[in-house]
T-cell receptor, first 114, second 113 residues
Framework: AQSVTQLGSHVSVSEGALVLLRCNYSSSVPPYLFWYVQYPNQGLQLLLKYTTGATLVKGINGFEAEFKKSETSFHLTKPSAHMSDAAEYFCAVSATRGSYIPTFGRGTSLIVHP | SQTIHQWPATLVQPVGSPLSLECTVEGTSNPNLYWYRQAAGRGLQLLFYSIGIGQISSEVPQNLSASRPQDRQFILSSKKLLLSDSGFYLC????????????FGNGTRLTVT
């Protein structure tokens, strides 16, 4: 079984501040983890993914995420928020062998204040 | 490069009318195809997925149906729309195993009046 929990449906930061979006997962096998971003009225775009190897993963637009097995977490961070980062962010896990269906979190809306 | 086309971008339909949303993928072969729905303020709900021509798996019982008449074509249909069918419909594709990401279309905003 696999599941994803995104803590906080809304996160508000000031421009230039640290962005931290939280994602915890449950999995009975080594997971593959993803972060996607969705801008208004658009589809989701892949930000970054973790499969194997280095636990700190760098993605597009200055985002990165760290896989922490002991904490079953895959939090998304960015050192300095930009107004253009305002969007909906989804964490997803693919942790079932032979399955083609990732499980998505409910999403976190990032609000960036000037 | 691979691209995904989804249309129309917006649609307003009366209750009881039929629905047909189409999605096509270019630049890849034998993709897995998916239909998701987003209701306002809610997450992604998987409606259907397909791992091959003519093969459809339904995740949620409802008055919607899906078909895959060609390798890279995925169609979402309804014979009679309900108000509750309003939402943002997303098509996606994937190739490879579970470590591969989904690639999404730009969605269709459906409003049932």
């Amino acid at each position: 079984a696999q599941s994803v929990t995104q803590l906080g449906s809304h996160v508000s930061v000031s421009e230039g501040a640290l962005v931290l979006l939280r994602c915890n997962y449950s999995s009975s096998v080594p997971p593959y983890l993803f972060w996607y971003v969705q801008y208004p009225n658009q589809g989701l775009q892949l930000l970054l993914k973790y499969t194997t190897g280095a636990t700190l993963v760098k993605g597009i637009n200055g985002f990165e995420a760290e896989f922490k097995k002991s904490e079953t977490s895959f939090h998304l961070t960015k050192p300095s928020a930009h107004m253009s980062d305002a969007a909906e962010y989804f964490c997803a896990v693919s942790a079932t062998r032979g399955s083609y269906i990732p499980t998505f979190g409910r999403g976190t809306s990032l609000i960036v204040h000037p | 490069s691979q691209t995904i086309h989804q249309w129309p971008a917006t649609l307003v339909q009366p209750v009881g009318s039929p629905l047909s949303l189409e999605c096509t993928v270019e630049g890849t072969s034998n993709p897995n195809l998916y239909w998701y729905r987003q209701a306002a303020g809610r997450g992604l709900q998987l409606l259907f997925y397909s791992i091959g021509i003519g093969q459809i798996s339904s995740e949620v019982p409802q008055n919607l149906s899906a078909s895959r008449p060609q390798d890279r074509q995925f169609i979402l249909s309804s014979k009679k729309l309900l108000l509750s069918d309003s939402g943002f419909y997303l098509c996606a594709w994937m190739v490879g195993g579970r470590g591969s990401p989904l690639h999404f279309g730009n969605g269709t905003r459906l409003t049932v009046t």
